[in-house]
């Protein structure tokens, strides 16, 4: 009989950036791995992994992670400099840099990133080609959604 893994990297979302869907208009989804050094893979797996004010920046045809905070365990190496909030390399295909480039510099969009998971043992990024939304934008979306609240409740007890 082959014994159940209990480990936590087999799948599931490490952390996410709920405020995004508050504060931007997604639109394109991407996946991107991301280059980590190994003490930040085993604090990921303990979850102490922030990506609550991370986004994205293509710099010299290649795109980096930046604002996503991963706090060094206590017993991590003496030799290794350890910096939580250091910009990481994503690992994109050139055909999709170049879309992000092109609809970056023209259409005025931001990369924002909404979540980290796991995907078999490697960790990926989830983000999102976003345009910033007004305050009469937010105002709408919180009307449009406790309207729909509404009616779930009139409906409920119609029935």
């Not at 980590?36 to 992670?65: F, P, T």
């Not at 350890?82 to 994109?92: A, G, I, N």
């Amino acid at each position: 009989m082959s014994k159940k893994s209990n480990n936590k990297s087999s799948g599931g979302t490490i952390a996410q950036n709920r405020k995004a869907r508050h504060d931007y208009h997604l639109e394109d989804r991407y996946e991107a791995g991301i280059e980590l050094q190994g003490w930040e893979i085993k604090s990921i797996r303990l979850g102490k992994a922030n990506i609550s004010d991370a986004y994205v920046i293509i710099k010299n045809g290649e795109a980096y992670l930046f604002g996503a905070q991963i706090q060094p365990l206590n017993s991590a190496s003496s030799h290794v400099v350890c910096d939580p909030e250091r910009s990481r390399k994503l690992l994109l295909h050139r055909r999709e840099l170049n879309k992000l480039v092109g609809h970056k510099e023209r259409d005025g969009y931001t990369l924002i990133a909404t979540s980290l998971y796991w995907k078999a043992c490697w960790v990926k990024l989830e983000f999102y080609l976003a345009k910033g939304k007004k305050a009469f934008d937010k105002r709408d979306d919180i009307k449009e959604r406790d309207w729909s609240r509404e009616k779930e409740r009139m409906m409920k007890h119609k029935a």
